[in-house]
């Protein structure tokens, strides 16, 4: 039988003190206890580690070559278990997530904030990659989850609905667009200078085969690669974007505003993407709980 915890805890014990009393007063237990604890530990290594006397114990060669290895591991598990607790009540930590670029650009910001207030001691490290990446740097071990809104579903990955939202066309506050009116529809989009992403990405796929469901012809005046992009475009008033509404950052993006679509309304939904079979770490939980926060103050 290999040794235990609390043997070798007896032992180290014993060894400083050369008393079995005044070890079991340092361990709570009682001193017939200690004596059990030792004489085990020394059948499962299979030598004596006490010349015992009628006045002391006298720890033995073998028992001065245990002494550093027994007290490391003690050090050892000791650190493992503050490690752990530290980790369990998140207060110190690693954690690697991945997100959309805009994502990461008009949510982000105000997430990773509180949760670096809430928890100073958790080092983050945020991915921003194309929708087409979102699971592939789940699948590699890059991030331990994804947020976003992928182009696939993937059986290997869990799909969890964080947030349940609707395409929209966004606009600037101050140039509000006469062709909308207080329900804009696609058929009223459509006549207007429109900034969308090239066609290939998932959102872009999803606008045109609303417009051809339609039977309406969709010519943008500007195609970009990043949805910030588009946004940053919109913003200096070049026309409007149609995306999900939650892309809008009130700090980045002050001058927008997003106005959902209707006839029909077309959802876009923000989903949280990990590994099947593998469980989300305390960090991991805490970030999205700060997530779910951030995102019902919207």
Not at 47 to 68: E, G, H, I, M, Y
Not at 127 to 145: K, Y
């Amino acid at each position: 039988m290999d040794p235990s915890l609390r043997q070798l805890q007896a032992f180290v014990n014993v060894y400083h003190s050369g008393s079995l009393t005044r070890a079991a007063d340092k361990l709570c237990i009682t001193q017939s206890a200690v004596s059990v604890l030792i004489q085990q530990l020394e059948r499962s290594l299979g030598v004596r580690l006490f010349d015992r006397t009628s006045k002391a114990l006298r720890p033995t060669p073998a028992a001065q070559d245990a002494l550093a290895t027994a007290e490391r591991i003690i050090r050892d598990v000791a650190h493992l278990t503050s490690s752990a607790k530290g980790l369990a009540e998140r207060s110190r930590g690693r954690l690697s997530f991945a997100a959309t670029s805009a994502v990461a650009a008009g949510l982000m910001p105000a997430v990773i904030d509180t949760f670096r207030r809430r928890y100073p001691n958790i080092s983050l490290t945020m991915l921003d990659v194309g929708s087409d990446n979102l699971t592939t740097a789940v699948e590699q071990g890059e991030a331990e989850f994804s947020i976003g809104t992928p182009d696939t579903l993937n059986d290997s990955i869990v799909h969890t609905t964080i947030l349940r939202d609707q395409l929209s066309v966004i606009y600037r506050s101050d140039m509000p667009p006469p062709a909308l009116r207080r329900h804009p529809t696609w058929e009223d989009v459509v006549k207007l200078d429109c900034i969308t992403v090239r066609r290939g990405i998932g959102i872009r796929t999803l606008i045109d085969r609303t417009f051809d469901e339609l039977g309406l012809p969709f010519k943008p005046l500007f195609e970009v690669s990043y949805l910030t992009t588009a946004l940053a475009l919109t913003a200096r008033g070049l026309g409007v974007a149609i995306l999900p509404a939650y892309l809008i950052s009130s700090l980045q993006f002050p001058n927008l505003v997003a106005r959902q679509l209707y006839k029909p309304v077309v959802g876009r939904d923000l989903c949280l993407m990990h590994l099947k079979h593998k469980t989300l770490s305390p960090a991991a939980l805490a970030l999205v709980e700060v997530l779910r926060g951030t995102l019902e103050k919207r």
